[in-house]
Structures are given as structure tokens and as C-alpha cells.
């Protein structure tokens, strides 16, 4: 047993890779048994991470050697531990969900069930390596399979499309990555992280930062992080729905895991600047996300969006977290890390419940579009309370999870602006502070326009009438995140337990953030939150308008009729469209997203006077792709035909070719 306890933390893993097998040779269940091993993986793993973070402690094995200065080795210290916690948390409850949503699944069910084990793994080896070799590979691996999920739907041309451009993104910041870590290999002459650990108070500071740059463009990329996130409202709508959950729940938290062991453990510490760059990164994706959000109708385009945003709040934290370590402030910084990394969770159980929630509807209406919705209340009601449930909690409303990360967010950047580093610092974090409460009002209307247009009302279309409620395993799947998003909103507490050795271990003090589960004392700079007596509040005044309204009113009485429509019947055309609630934001900020509208009028007989029909087209320009990404490409493609000439198809000639290469190398490292 002793020998065997060591490994014990990759026990997740060999599961995963049960699972896989299992989707290859049993044919009969292919979408049952690999799904329940992926389920048994998640359950082991959420019990090897949640005793990892109990204990403190950090479990080490390595394999073998490649080569004399690199092994292929992995490693659970706490921060891979917390994010093991994330993974098994969401693949649980999205293994359950795939066990129902899989039944009307067209396709290769066991390619697909394989390449989901598959994922898994790989995501679980990417935050468990400990050398470069073994990060790079588990990476690519995380990038390969999740690609291949991506175009599982590969007969659609826009699937097709999709996993393309991430395929190239991925690949792209793969690359980025790699030089990143060879300069941290340069200073430490070991792929180890071991080593690159111990060497990293003697990094010049170029190197330091040159290495910083290129783990921030390509885990920023992975991320979704503006500009680099234009393959993420692609790929994410293109996949499965419990797949979708995975990738914008947990698959882009492992680039957030990338930057903070970068700039906490392998680099770090670093600069001010550092801080400051991923901050304001934040605050840019935060609210673009949430806008470029509101405007689509696709739902599940519409919740890659907020990713974004989300992604941008996390930010937020780390790009604090690691000012306030450059100022000498670790228990600023241990409380701004908390808020990161507890925004890491929630955005991982409440989007993953919204995206398995957007499956179920999808699965049952088959479409995504808003304006075909309505109704849908009475038809899948268990559905609407959880995708109400989760729509709160992205909104950010008490007492659910989404609103404590963003309260000990705005904590942090309290903290920030007045740790007396300047006027400068101060402006940056208040302005910070503003715009994340802005994000947040947006983000609340952008989900009374996802919930109110396709859950009330009247069926848009004949599919939402005909809707019905999906079956058990896949409300069991959305019950467990909905009842996580209640239990992390209310008991925080245990959490930022289970993070108090994440945090010693990379700044040096444990978070003390403003939260207890008894009701108000003594206030605190940023007040107090009783998430408990939050909700006793809650319940009280609702409770109170009730006896007020019957003490005023009487008792109630209940009467059917008809809405009145100046005398004539409802019809789904007569009520608001997704397009016309967001119309207002779009006026407003139509200098950051740019819109445009389409009016195309049909007449009758060719007169002018007389029209037949009118069609009407909405959206948002893409200024990324028009004025960065598409210059790019023509500047690519320019280069490789003019490459192209030296492929001349002559066998003497690409010999000649050779031997110039081999003179030039030799000169160079005679």
C-alpha cells in the first residue's frame, strides 16, 4: 500500500482512460458505460482533491526520462488540487447529463463517449504536470481530443468552420507557450519544473518577462480573453451541449490555471505591470463579453459570450492579486487570489448548468434560436428552474455563488485602491470597480432577455409548442449544479477553507475575506456578508409583502381570462422579441460594438408604393476579425505564395537547398 499511495491522485485519470476503452469495445451501450466511468473518475477525483486541500499536503511521481535534463513527471500541490476539484465537480454532473442526452445523439456515440473520457484525462494531466514535457503533451493532447468534439457534428459547414479556427488558435498559442517556456528553460537548464521553480529568483528580468508575454498570449488565447477569443462563440456553440459545459466551464479555467503558476510559482514574482496588463485585459473582456452577449439570439452563442465576460472577472482578480504581491501586500493579494480563484468555481457550476440547460432545450425543440422560443415554462418547467437558477446566480444575485466571488472581487479591488501605490493605481482600481458593476447590470439584463423570451410568453414557433420536459438523468445532471450554486452562495466559508492553503502556498498569508455564516457584527472596510441572514432577509420581506398585500388587499382570488390586445386575440408576433429588448444597449453602446441593421423591403407588382414584405437583419460588425484577423491572413497568405516559388518540383535543386542549410547551420555554431 505504501508503494501504491503515491499514485493514488492519477487514480482519475486511469479511470478516464477505462472509460475511453470502454467506448471502443462495448458497442451495445456506448453512451451508458463510458459516461458512468467518467462519472466514477469524477467522484474519485473530487475526493482525491477535496483530501489534498484538507491536508496541505503535495504528492510527487515521476515516470521516466526522456532525456538527461527532463522527465516526464506530475505532481498534486494545492493549486492543482483545487482545479482537480473544479474538473471533477463539472464532469459529474455533465457525465450524468450525457447518459440521457446521448440517447437521440446522431453520429459515432462511441467516438464521441471515447473522446470525452479522453478529455477528461487530458484536462486532468494538464493541471497535474510537473515538468514541461509533460504539461506540453497533456496540452496538446487537451487541444487535439477537445478539437475533435468540436466538429463531432463535422457534415455542417459551420462546424466544420469552427473547429478549424480553433484548431489554428490553439495550435497558435501552443506555440507562444512553448517559447514561453523556453526561456524559463534557458535560465534553469532543466525541464523540470523542480527546477525552473528553484531558479526563478535568478531570472534576468527580460527573461522574466519575455516568458510572462508568452505564457499571457497563449493561455489568454486558451482562455478567450479579448482580442484572442474569436474560435471561443464559435467552437463552444458547435459541440455536444454537455461538452459545451465542459470546454466554457472548465477547459478555459486550465489557462487561468496556466497563468497562475506561471506568475505565482514557475516566473513569478513578477513586476506591477504584470498586475496591471491582465487587469486591464479583464476589464476589457468583461464588458465587450457582455455586450457582444446581449446582442446574439443564439443561445448557445450567447453563454460563450459571457465566458468571455466571465473570464474578464476572473482576471480581474488575478491582475490584483498580483499588483498587491509586487507591492508587498500578500494578505491583499491571498484575498484578491481568493476572489479568482472562487470565481473559477462558480463560473464553472453555473455555466455548465446553463449549457447543459440550453442542451435540454435544444434537445427537445431542436433550435438555439431565441425568436423561435416562448413558452417554455409550462412545457419543461423542471428546465426553467434550473436554467432560472443559473441565470441568477451569472447575474450575480444573492444569495447564489456568482454574487460572494464578485463581492470578495470587489473587496480586492477595494483593497487595491487603497493601498496607498499611487493615484494611478487608485484611479485604475476604482474605475475597475465601476465597470465590474457594470458588467453585472448587463449581464442581469442579458438573462431576463435569455429566460423572459424563451421560457414566457406565448411558443414562437411550432417546435416550442411541441416541446416537452427531458428525462431524469439529465435534470439529474442540472439538479446537482443547481443545488451547488445554492450551497456555494450560502456556505462560502468552506471554500475559502480549501483555498487557505492555495494561497499560503503562492503569496505567503491565508485570505481573510469579509464572510461569516452568523449575522452582522462588527463592519470591515468593504462590509460584512452573512450569506445566511442574506437569505433570511430575503425570505422575510417576501414573506412580508405577502401578509401586506392580503392585509391590504384581502384574500386572493384566482380569474382566468383572456390579456387584453385592443379586443383582439394574443399572437406570439404581438410580443417582445429578442431583437427589440436588447435595441436600447445596442443605441447606447453602439461605439464600442459597432452594429449594423439590414432593412430589405419586397413590393408588390413592382410599384413602389405598395409593399409585400419587409425583411430585417440585426448584429454587430466584427472589428477583431475586419481589422486584425483578416489583414493577418492575407499578409499569410501573401508570404506563402511567394514561399511557394522555391518549390520548384526539381530534385537538384532541394538538394541544393540542403546543402546551403547544413553550410549556414555550421557557420552558425562553429
Known sequence: MADIEPYLFLAPVAVYALGALLALVDRHAPGRSPHAAALA??????????????????????????????????????????????????????????????????????????????????????????????????????????FFLVIHNHRQDEVRRAGFIYLVMTHASSAFLLGGFLVLFANAGSLDFAAIRSAAANLPPLSRDLAFLGALIAFGTKAGVIPLHVWLPRAHPAAPSHVSALMSGVMIKTAVYGLVRIGFDLAGPGPAWWGGLILALGVISAVLGV????????????????????????LMGLGAALLLASFGQPAGAALALVACLFHVLNHAVFKALLFLGVGAVQHSTHTRDLEALGGLIRRMPWTAAAFLVGSAAISALPPLNGFVSEWITFQSLLLLGTSGSGPTVAIGAAGAAGLLALTGGLAAFCFVKAFG???????????????????????????????LCFGLGLLPTFIVRLLAPVTNALTGAVAQPSLSLVPLTAPSRGGNLAPLSVLGLLIALGVLALLLGRLIGGPGRSRVSPPWVCGIELEPSMQYSATALAKPVRIIFRGLIRPYREIERQHKSGVA????????????????????????????LMLANQVRLLQTGSLRMYLSYMFATLVIVLLLTR
Do not use: C
Open 453 to 483: 423570451i424563451a421560457f414566457l410568453g406565448l411558443p414562437r414557433s411550432a417546435a416550442a409548442d411541441e416541446a416537452h420536459e427531458v428525462g431524469k438523468p439529465m435534470l439529474l445532471g442540472m439538479g446537482l449544479l443547481a443545488l
Open 291 to 314: 455586450l457582444y452577449a446581449l446582442m446574439e439570439h443564439d443561445l448557445k452563442r450567447l453563454l460563450a459570450y459571457h465566458s468571455v465576460e466571465n473570464i474578464g472577472i476572473i
Open 609 to 636: 408604393y405598395f409593399v409585400s414584405g419587409v425583411s430585417y437583419e440585426a448584429g454587430v460588425h466584427p472589428i477583431y476579425e475586419r481589422y486584425f484577423y483578416n489583414p493577418a491572413v492575407r499578409m499569410l
Open 41 to 146: 473518475g469524477s467522484l474519485i477525483g473530487l475526493f482525491v482533491a477535496v483530501r489534498a486541500l484538507l491536508a496541505g499536503t503535495t504528492q510527487q511521481v515521476a515516470t521516466f526520462s526522456i532525456v538527461p535534463f527532463a522527465s516526464i513527471s506530475f505532481r498534486l500541490d494545492p493549486l492543482s488540487a483545487f482545479f482537480l476539484l473544479v474538473i471533477s465537480l463539472v464532469a459529474a454532473a455533465a457525465s450524468l447529463y450525457a447518459i440521457g442526452y446521448l440517447r437521440a445523439e446522431t453520429g459515432s456515440v462511441a467516438g464521441l463517449s471515447a473522446a470525452y473520457n479522453g478529455f477528461l484525462a487530458a484536462m486532468a494531466l494538464v493541471i497535474l504536470a510537473d515538468s514541461v514535457f509533460a504539461f506540453l503533451f497533456a496540452w496538446e493532447a487537451m487541444s487535439l481530443v477537445s
